[in-house]
Nanobody
């Protein structure tokens, strides 16, 4: 199964972008999908995740209230609506999927996701 991320681009601070992630296999089952990002000179970090069956969502504190993750059942993927973007949000954003269940505390751990997209660059200018 391959994941294809899209929707990145250049936006001014305060603007919005919507990232999308689609799976090559429409019938493959996920336990959760997530978005991670890696800024210049930084480690890859958790942004948001959604549990596939329940739709429960989880966010890192810096994006709470600004970003919203949702399931895209038509594409067996997930989208990330990003509002009120800040220059600190500049990063390559990766979608990821986990096919095996895990406790909520592990949803932020990139090592628990077994499928990854190629990344899409988001640049927020000040």
């Amino acid at each position: 199964v391959q994941l294809q991320a899209s929707g990145g681009g250049l936006v001014q601070a305060g603007g919005s972008l919507r990232l999308s992630c689609a799976a090559s296999e429409r019938t493959f089952s996920w336990y959760a999908m997530g978005w991670f990002r890696q800024g210049p000179g930084k480690e890859r970090e958790f942004v948001a995740s959604v549990k596939w069956r329940s739709g429960s969502t989880y966010y890192t504190d810096p994006v709470k209230g600004r970003f919203r993750i949702s399931r895209d059942t038509a594409r067996n993927g997930a989208s990330l609506q990003m509002n009120s973007l800040e220059p600190e949000d500049t990063a390559v954003y990766y979608c990821a999927a986990a096919s095996i269940g895990m406790s909520n505390s592990f949803l932020q751990d990139p090592g628990k996701y077994d499928y990854w997209g190629q990344g899409t660059l988001v640049t927020v200018s000040s």
